[in-house]
């Protein structure tokens, strides 16, 4: 059994509807936090470069980059020290985009994955992760741009984010360009096959998950306790 990550904060840039070279968002991290920025753009035609900020390494877990799609990333990033920096993300392109970086403790980085489906459906992605107790961070990106003021997200070890609440991180529509979605499940349960999306609304979906793997508590170290011979424990008594 582990202990799972915990969510500490998130850090958005300000709008997921407007472009820009650049987008910035002041960021807090702890020693042995882990950092996993979620992003999307509205189209394939619009690429982010590689996060930068607070000396951090930020490496690419997943990315989906494709044709007549949002496209969509995930990055992760360690944080050695506690400090407060400004993250930034380089666009290239003319169209909408945005990002969040979502502060945990306790956590390593475990498996990902991706899919991008043309649809219309209901946003869903297998994932296996490989260790107990896991959390699971899902960036989702929509062409289509449906509305998803009724958004029900998927269920996970009788976790479901809220629509505007609790494990819902990111939600962002333009209705002529796309639409964004982030949240995370705290607790996956026992290792396995879990499912992350939404069961609503149906869209032209890009969707990344990525897990982290939570603390294992130490083994109890047995304690030698070394068996008297019976002339020793006679002589004990004496």
Not at 33 to 56: C, F, K, M, Q, Y
Not at 125 to 150: Q, Y
Not at 182 to 199: F, H, I, P, R
């Amino acid at each position: 059994m582990a202990t799972p990550p915990t969510f500490v904060a998130e850090y958005e840039a300000a709008s997921w509807i407007t472009s820009g070279a650049t987008k910035t968002a002041s960021v807090t991290v702890a020693n042995g936090d882990t950092l996993v920025v979620i992003a999307a753009t509205e189209g394939n035609s619009d690429t982010l470069a590689t996060p930068s900020g607070g000396g951090l390494t930020y490496t690419l877990a997943q990315s989906i980059v494709v044709s007549a799609f949002a496209s969509c990333y995930i990055w992760t990033a360690p944080s050695a020290s506690g400090q407060t920096f400004t993250i930034t993300l380089t666009h290239t392109g003319v169209g909408f985009f945005g990002f969040n970086a979502l502060r945990f403790s306790g956590a390593t980085v475990g498996t990902s994955t991706k899919t991008n489906v043309t649809g219309p459906s209901a946003p869903s992605l297998a994932i296996t992760t490989t260790a107990d107790n896991s959390t699971i961070v899902m960036a989702n990106s929509d062409w289509s741009a449906a509305d998803g003021v009724s958004r029900v997200y998927r269920t996970i070890n009788s976790i479901t984010p809220a629509a505007g609440g609790s494990g819902e991180v990111t939600y962002a529509r333009d209705a002529a360009t796309y639409a964004a979605y982030g949240a995370y499940w705290s607790d996956a349960g026992a290792t396995g096959a879990k499912t992350v999306g939404l069961t609503a609304p149906s869209q032209k979906f890009s969707i990344i998950a990525l897990e982290l793997k939570g603390a294992v508590a130490a083994a109890a170290v047995p304690v030698f306790r070394p068996r008297l011979t019976q002339a020793v424990a006679k002589a004990a008594q004496w």
